[in-house]
């Protein structure tokens, strides 16, 4: 990580999702997930842009396996959209768990995009509804900014870093995962069929 090469003009450091629920504790807790905010922060001290995302879920979000009679957390079930798992309620907007972990320094991001707030759909990438066709309005950004490269970490490495690296080569954008910044749910062994998000 300290050897990473920034070019200040045409780099962005996207962190995904740092937040109560998603670490130890939380409703979502993503084993050692609080073990990436030191490196998200070291790494926020040294790039002049920085972007955080925010899940961001209303009550009753329809990924919630309470929304869904009979179903259980993790169980995965057809959306009009398509395949979704069902998450315990978590995120919730205006709760502590949906706020940032305490420890990470959000207050240096220029941009916060929340994502997850329409009911009847969920949002893994930063980029993209899980319809995988509506947009989230963050490649606009990085686009009039003038950013060609997303430098990458979060939670949780198999789900919303995973689509949002894939995104944002989908939209013409270099990826670079910082590896050591990110921890996963790991279901079923889903991040080693994950694959390579980087090209």
Same mark, same amino acid.
């Given at each position: 990580?300290?050897?990473?090469?920034?070019? @200040?003009?045409?780099?962005?450091?996207?962190?995904?999702?740092? @937040?109560?629920?998603?670490?130890?504790?939380?409703?979502?807790? /993503?084993?050692?997930?609080?073990?990436?905010?030191? /490196?998200?922060?070291?790494?926020?001290? =040294?790039?002049?842009?920085?972007?955080? &995302?925010?899940?961001?879920?209303?009550?009753?979000? %329809?990924?919630?396996?309470?929304?869904?009679?009979?179903? *259980?957390?993790? $169980?995965?079930?057809?959306?009009? !959209? %398509?395949?979704?798992?069902?998450?315990?309620?978590?995120?919730?907007? %205006?709760? @502590?768990?949906?706020?940032?972990?305490?420890?990470? @320094?959000?207050?240096?991001?220029?941009?916060?995009?929340?994502?997850?707030?329409?009911?009847?759909?969920? *949002?893994? *990438?930063?980029? !993209? $509804?899980?319809? =995988?066709?509506?947009? &989230?309005?963050?490649?606009? !950004?990085?686009?009039?900014?003038?950013?060609?490269?997303?430098?990458?970490?979060?939670?949780?490495?198999?789900?919303?870093?995973?689509?949002?690296?894939?995104?944002?080569?989908? $939209?013409?954008?270099?990826?670079?995962? /910082? $590896?050591?910044?990110?921890?996963?749910?790991?279901?079923?062994?889903?991040?080693? =069929?994950?694959?390579?998000?980087?090209?």
């Amino acid at each position: 990580m300290s050897s990473l090469a920034i070019d @200040q003009v045409r780099d962005v450091l996207l962190v995904v999702d740092v @937040q109560n629920d998603l670490c130890p504790g939380g409703a979502l807790a /993503v084993a050692d997930g609080d073990a990436v905010v030191p /490196v998200a922060n070291a790494l926020m001290a =040294r790039f002049d842009h920085a972007v955080l &995302t925010q899940d961001w879920h209303p009550p009753g979000h %329809g990924s919630f396996a309470s929304s869904h009679p009979g179903r *259980s957390p993790f $169980e995965a079930m057809v959306m009009p !959209y %398509g395949h979704q798992t069902l998450w315990p309620d978590h995120c919730v907007q %205006g709760s @502590q768990g949906a706020m940032f972990h305490p420890g990470l @320094q959000a207050g240096r991001a220029e941009l916060v995009l929340r994502k997850g707030y329409h009911r009847a759909i969920d *949002s893994y *990438s930063a980029f !993209y $509804e899980n319809d =995988r066709a509506t947009p &989230t309005g963050l490649t606009g !950004y990085l686009r009039d900014r003038g950013f060609a490269r997303v430098v990458l970490l979060g939670l949780a490495t198999d789900y919303c870093v995973h689509y949002s690296g894939l995104d944002a080569r989908r $939209e013409g954008f270099e990826v670079l995962l /910082v $590896e050591d910044g990110c921890r996963a749910i790991d279901l079923d062994g889903l991040l080693a =069929r994950a694959g390579d998000i980087t090209g």
